[in-house]
């Protein structure tokens, strides 16, 4: 058990819709990471939070948005959700900012129908 | 923007054998880690590798880094069914976004072990 906490586990929804995931990282971690896990893309990054401050961004979609609050947990929106956002997507936190490993939660699965 | 390519993609091997997996990355890093996911899980890390010539060794698994080469290979000796997974490579360097450092993972290796 990595201690980094998602949910939900399982999410299915239409096209159109928004859904909102959740993240509660490792406890003494301050720094929060989004991916997008997919067949064909494998794991994206798509951001990073350090402390309710966001640090660095990757690929993700303007449809997207994400947050850390000051309870140090993380959300991230997915809205107007379409067929190719149905993936697996995780995060990960670690202690410091940019020299940690990442101990990984074990992923929300969202299908778009 | 930093690639990060593993080969092979797909390995399907027997036991008791051995092999190598190789993940190159095209921009200067100074640590990589290695990562294994079992189907439908989530992914677990195994190895940081720190410096040039770094080694690391857990098991039937042995890790390198060439960092002038920009090359890690992760090598399994007399392979066993239980380590039929998916690895991952993931060097840090710094988001393309700019701001702080992070990984980027390679595809990811699936291997299948048979008896």
């Known amino acids: 058990d990595s201690g980094v906490t998602q949910t939900p586990k399982h999410l299915i929804t239409a096209t159109g819709q928004r859904v909102t995931l959740r993240c509660s990282p490792r406890s003494g971690d301050l720094s929060v990471y989004w991916y997008q896990q997919s067949l064909d893309q494998g794991l994206q990054f798509l951001i990073q939070y350090y402390n309710g401050e966001e640090r660095a961004k990757g690929n993700i979609l303007e449809r997207f948005s994400a947050q850390q609050f000051p309870d140090l947990h993380s959300e991230l929106n997915l809205s107007s959700l379409e067929l190719g956002d149905s993936a697996l997507y995780f995060c990960a936190s670690s202690q410091e900012l940019d020299r940690s490993p990442l101990h990984f939660g074990n992923g929300t699965r969202l299908t778009v129908t | 923007e930093l690639k990060v390519e593993q080969n092979p993609l797909f390995l399907s091997m027997q036991e008791g054998k051995n092999y190598t997996i190789y993940c190159n990355y095209s921009?200067?890093?100074?640590?990589l880690y290695w990562y294994r996911q079992d189907p439908g899980k989530s992914l677990e890390s195994l190895f940081v590798l720190l410096s040039n010539g770094a080694v690391k060794q857990e098991g039937r698994l042995m890790a390198s880094l060439d960092t002038k080469a920009r090359l890690s290979t992760l090598h399994i000796t007399a392979a066993v069914h239980d380590l039929s997974a998916t690895y991952f490579c993931?060097?840090?360097?710094?988001?393309?976004?700019?701001?702080?450092?992070?990984?980027?993972f390679g595809k990811g290796t699936h291997l299948i072990i048979q008896p």
């Open positions: 921009t200067t890093s100074d640590r």
């Open positions: 993931a060097p840090q360097t710094r988001y393309s976004g700019g701001g702080a450092d992070g990984l980027t």
